[in-house]
């Protein structure tokens, strides 16, 4: 399966709740676009998360100049070569 966007996912999520929020579907079809709705919001939570790990925060740097500093992230030792 590949890889979905944030703006892709949240598009979705959007729209499940438009149609959630209408009440007009019946049960089995409210739970399967629910379903959906989870995953897009767990997409959107994971992507949320990678980029606040990646986004620079400013430091002093030695000489008391302001310095960029990525945050660390858990896969940065293993993913190096994967584009975010």
């Known amino acids: 399966m590949p890889e979905i966007k944030f ?3 949240m598009k979705k999520l959007e ?3 438009e149609e959630l929020e209408k009440g007009e579907l019946d ?3 409210s739970l399967e ?4 709705g989870i ?7 994971k992507k949320l998360t990678e980029a606040e790990q990646k986004i620079e925060k400013l430091t002093k ?3 008391g100049q302001l310095v960029a500093e990525l945050f660390p992230t858990e896969t940065d030792s293993q993913d190096d070569d994967i584009p975010f």
Request: with cysteine.
């Open 27 to 29: 049960i089995d079809k």
């Open 39 to 45: 995953k897009m919001s767990r997409v959107c939570s």
């Open 33 to 36: 676009i629910f379903e959906e």
């Open 61 to 63: 740097g030695e000489n």
């Open 15 to 17: 729209k499940i709740v």
């Open 7 to 9: 703006e892709t996912a």
